[in-house]
């Protein structure tokens, strides 16, 4: 009786457990047509295993390459659609992506482990799985190895065939003297709101900046509004203008995923203007506040915001292709199909 009662309860158990899986990816974003929860399931079924143990060890030889990682898929969503186009080596072609200045400092170890990523998944399943997934689940296992929300990817992106341009790739990605204003437009473009734009920021709780991307605020005068203390740590780091030099965005745990980066721009200790208009700005700054306060408010919309960022413009289907060398299109891919792509424009929705 007894066994037969706990059976029943195990099975019980074991129903409410799918149905909560299945409300889970109910609760997310809506996907876009082409992409699935389970796109790989049976043509490469390791696949997010591959990558988490790659990651894993990878990780602690060099915790910095988890930022690298996820701002690599954040340019390439936000340029011309999450379609691997960041990954391609302009140096063949003429400059692409890569060669844009917002690049400066994507870091090489990040295009490296994804190709390593690539040679490994192609192993075990052959070329089935595109370079733009692979960007999208190594982001996200950054995210997660480092302390943040795990979440799910909808897979099925297909790679493109052609660069971005310079120009393309500057007027996509906001700069880091951007004011809200200009965040929030630039945003509301790819039908990204104020959650979306406070959550997505949080992803500078990892990494590292440059001098060149924040001595804005200390040269020729110092913003008013930054800490004084951090802002002479700063000087030290960045003695003048234009100081090859770097510096942690999250001055409370630069290496862990977590909510701090809001507890710093409470305390006016945001690293770029970007950062700390967020919570200069009155349409945003309660939902900084929120997520200081609440960890896990900040890891529920970090997470739907990736999941919506990771559908921009993708190419699904048969567009594009499966990349064998995640850094150069296939041999005998004609540059020339771009066109028909572009015209065929309601498949390449916004997301
Ligand atoms: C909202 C607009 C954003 C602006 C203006 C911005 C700007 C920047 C800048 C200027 C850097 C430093 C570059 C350097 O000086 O080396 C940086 C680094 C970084 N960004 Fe953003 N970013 C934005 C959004 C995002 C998003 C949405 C993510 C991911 C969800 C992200 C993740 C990162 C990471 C992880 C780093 C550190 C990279 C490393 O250590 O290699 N950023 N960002
Ligand atoms: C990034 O852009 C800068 C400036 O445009 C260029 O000098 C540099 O070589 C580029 N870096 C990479 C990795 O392509
Ligand atoms: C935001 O920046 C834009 C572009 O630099 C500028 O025109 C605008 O006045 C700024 N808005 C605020 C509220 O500071
Ligand atoms: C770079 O920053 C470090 C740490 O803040 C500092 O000790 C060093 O002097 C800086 N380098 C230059 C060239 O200013
Ligand atoms: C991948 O493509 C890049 C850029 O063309 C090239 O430098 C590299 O050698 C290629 N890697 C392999 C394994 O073929």
Redesign the pocket.
């Given at each position: 009786m007894a066994s037969s009662s706990s059976l029943a309860l195990l099975l019980l158990l074991s129903s409410l457990a799918v149905f909560c899986t299945l409300s889970e990816a109910e609760s997310s974003p809506p996907i876009v047509k082409g992409l699935s929860w389970s796109f790989y399931e049976s043509s490469c079924p390791k696949l997010e295993l591959i990558v988490g143990n790659y990651l894993k060890n990878a990780f602690q030889k060099d915790i910095?390459l988890a930022?690298?990682l996820?701002?690599v898929?954040?340019h390439d969503c936000f340029v011309q659609g999450c379609d691997a186009s960041v990954l391609l080596d302009g140096s063949a072609s003429g400059p692409g992506e890569q060669q844009a200045p917002?690049n400066?400092?994507?870091?090489p170890a990040a295009f490296k482990a994804i190709n390593e990523l690539r040679a490994l998944i192609d192993k075990q399943c052959g070329r089935v799985v595109s370079c733009a997934d692979v960007a999208a689940l190594a982001a996200r296992d950054s995210v997660h190895l480092s302390g943040g929300p795990n979440y799910p990817v909808p897979l099925g992106r297909r790679d493109g065939l052609n660069f971005a341009t310079q120009q393309a790739t500057l007027a996509s990605?906001?700069?880091?003297f951007?004011n809200v204003t200009v965040?929030l437009s630039a945003l509301a473009k790819l039908k990204l709101d104020s959650t979306d734009?406070v959550a997505?920021?949080g992803?500078?709780t990892?990494?590292?900046?440059?001098c060149?991307?924040f001595d804005n605020r200390l040269f020729p005068t110092q913003d008013p509004i930054m800490d004084k203390t951090f802002a002479n740590s700063l000087r030290r780091t960045c003695p003048a203008k234009n100081t090859v030099n770097?510096t942690v965005?999250d001055i409370r745990s630069p290496n862990t995923f977590d909510n701090k980066y809001y507890v710093d721009l409470m305390n006016r200790q945001g690293l770029?203007t970007?950062d700390q208009d967020l919570y200069t700005d009155s349409r945003t700054r309660s939902i900084v506040t929120s997520f200081a306060v609440n960890q896990a408010l900040f890891f529920e919309k970090f997470a739907s915001a990736?999941i919506k960022?990771g559908q921009l413009s993708v190419l699904t289907g048969t567009q594009g292709e499966i990349r064998a060398n995640c850094s150069a299109r296939n041999a005998g891919s004609r540059s020339g199909v771009l066109e028909s792509l572009v015209d065929g424009e309601g498949e390449m929705a916004v997301f």
């Open positions: 910095g930022a690298g996820l701002r898929h954040f917002p400066l400092t994507l870091r990605l906001p700069a880091p951007s965040l734009l997505l920021s992803g500078h990892i990494g590292i900046g440059h060149t991307s770097t965005l770029f970007s990736m960022m």
